[in-house]
Every structure is written in structure tokens, then in C-alpha cells.
């Protein structure tokens, strides 16, 4: 069976938008201004300590699809791979603990914005992320990028809205 590698954070799940409202709700707009959360955790314990608490349970952070329908419908014809970045080791369990409970595989790799996912071997399959930078550096024999396609037209690639047009569309070619 052909494998499908998904990535998890906004692509499955709504990760960066919901850090970044409880930092807001918590310490004001003015605080987060134009900072990236994930570098936000490295440099202020609070943001740090907040985060932590989200990311060790993803059942706290709001899905962008029916995950677990999602994964089981598109399981009939691929072999899913959960395939993500982590900064904390709470996190990384976390994602385990999600790939277990969805009964897919995962691979998971400590957060390094020089590398991403460049060493993981997706050549044998489909490639689904949110960032145009991690699909350029991948090997993937298909690469996907989930949201709106860039006005830049810096990826010219495979592009859908969200997760169910995905599904529709790898079962669909399945069809054909």
C-alpha cells in the first residue's frame, strides 16, 4: 500500500492558531505582536509553561478536520504515517499517544529549523504539510500543501484548502 505522510500541526490539528490565542488572552496582543510563538516558548518561560500544558494533550487543541474519520477513511487505501516536528519531550509523548489512539505509525522529529523533516525517507510515498519550506526540502515522491496556495506562486505544486478536499481528492485518484 502506498504510505501518505501527514503532518499534524495545522495540517490535522489547529495548533499554531490556538497557541497563539491563549498567549493573547493571557498576556495581551501587544505582548505577541509579529513573534513566532514556537520562538516565543524558547525565549519566556511563561509562554514556555502555557504551551506545554496545550501541547502534552492534544485533545485540548481544536482539529481543522475529523481526525479520527478523517484517518480511518483515508487508512482503507494508504498506509498513514504521522510525521511531525516537537520542541518538548510532553509533546512528543503527546503525539505518540494521538498515532496510537488513531492506530497509524508516526515519526517524529526534535524541532531544528535548519533540517525540518529532510532526513526522513518519504520517497516512497505522499507528503502532506502546511510548509512550503519542509514539502521543498522532502523527498517525497508527491508533495501537498494544505491551505490556500501562495499568491507569491512560490510553490507550484499539489495544493489543497483543507483536509477533506485532500481525502476526496487521494480517493478519487484511487478510483480512477
Not at 501541547?55 to 482503507?76: C, E, H, N, Q
Not at 504515517?81 to 515519526?107: N, P, Q, T, W
Amino acid at each position: 500500500m502506498k504510505k501518505v505522510y501527514l503532518d499534524i500541526d495545522d495540517t490535522l490539528y489547529d495548533t499554531y492558531n490556538y497557541l497563539r490565542s491563549l498567549v493573547v488572552m493571557s498576556f495581551g496582543t501587544d505582548y505577541i505582536k509579529d513573534k513566532n510563538i514556537y520562538e516565543m516558548m524558547a525565549e519566556d518561560e511563561e509562554v514556555k509553561k502555557l504551551c506545554m500544558n496545550v501541547l502534552s494533550d492534544y485533545s485540548k487543541i481544536p482539529t481543522k478536520a475529523y481526525v479520527k474519520d478523517f484517518i480511518r477513511l483515508l487508512s482503507g487505501k494508504y498506509d498513514v504515517v504521522l510525521c511531525s516536528m516537537y520542541v518538548f519531550d510532553c509533546e512528543r509523548e503527546a503525539k505518540e499517544k494521538l498515532a496510537k489512539k488513531l492506530g497509524v505509525e508516526s515519526i517524529l522529529v526534535k524541532y531544528d529549523k535548519n533540517i525540518g523533516k529532510s532526513n526522513i525517507d518519504m520517497s516512497d510515498g505522499i507528503f502532506v504539510d502546511d510548509s512550503i519550506k519542509l514539502l521543498n526540502s522532502s523527498n517525497a515522491n508527491r508533495k501537498i500543501l494544505v491551505g490556500s496556495k501562495p499568491k507569491d506562486n512560490s510553490w507550484s505544486g499539489d495544493c489543497v484548502e483543507d483536509c477533506l478536499e485532500l481525502l476526496v481528492r487521494l480517493l478519487w485518484e484511487e478510483i480512477e
